[in-house]
């Protein structure tokens, strides 16, 4: 709670950077319980805001406190499957959609979602946003990401990383938590950059977060910028 609205205003902050403005339509994937909202409404742009979460208190809550005095901030439950944190949803993540057929945005955005996601969900949602972007669109993702650089710290642990991927899933992911990968799930860079090229987004570092104990940075998670070429 003490970082709510820390971190809200730097979620704004990132999206700003990355050229939202006033009259934006937005898609807020994974919005929990309106950190980016909240922040939105007190600090940030004037935007026509959609959020979707997997969680429906959460969704029931900003629903009753947010939309209920900002009738331009909209909340939508979708009912998506999730090992970690939606174990008996009724969509699959890896082919059903998460936003209304012909819905479209210019800017979206997903904080701390493909952390916890394996890759061929991460490959649907970013199909669907492709599909919900308008072609200008931009979509700012986080996610743990490693590279020649950082593999061997991030492996023992000795860049003092609270986060050390220790556990192997494949040959481009490891993951934090041996009983359960969805905790934090890391991926490689370059494997990222082609599923997003699959995809038909060209994909960029904005921030390599302090996750890893490598880089000095005001980011948690490594930033990521997926734009239409």
């Known amino acids: 709670d003490e970082t709510f609205v820390s971190i809200g205003k730097y979620e704004v902050d990132i999206l700003v950077q990355a050229c939202l403005t006033d009259g934006i339509t937005l898609l807020d994937v994974g919005s929990g319980y309106g950190r980016l909202a909240y922040a939105l409404i007190n600090m940030g742009p004037k935007v026509d805001y959609t959020g979707v979460d997997i969680l429906r208190k959460h969704i029931t809550w900003c629903q009753d406190e947010i939309s209920s005095r900002n009738p331009n901030f909209v909340f939508n439950h979708v009912d998506i499957r999730n090992d970690r944190y939606n174990p008996n949803g009724a969509l699959d993540a890896k082919t059903d959609c998460f936003i209304s057929t012909g819905e479209t945005f210019d800017f979206s955005c997903l904080f701390s979602v493909f952390t916890h996601m394996y890759e061929e969900e991460i490959e649907n949602y970013l199909r669907t946003i492709w599909d919900a972007l308008e072609d200008t669109g931009v979509c700012i993702a986080t996610f743990f990401l490693w590279n020649e650089n950082r593999i061997p710290q991030i492996i023992t642990g000795e860049s003092g990383t609270d986060l050390p991927m220790r556990h192997k ?3 481009h992911t490891i993951y934090h938590n041996e009983a359960d990968p969805l905790h934090a799930i890391c991926y490689e860079q370059d494997f ?7 995809v038909g987004f060209e994909a960029s570092i904005v921030e390599y977060g302090a996750w ?17 070429p």
């Open 169 to 171: 899933l494949n040959d």
């Open 192 to 198: 990222i950059w082609g599923l997003a090229k699959k």
């Open 212 to 228: 890893a104990g490598i880089e000095k940075s005001s980011s948690f998670q490594d930033v990521v910028r997926l734009s239409k």
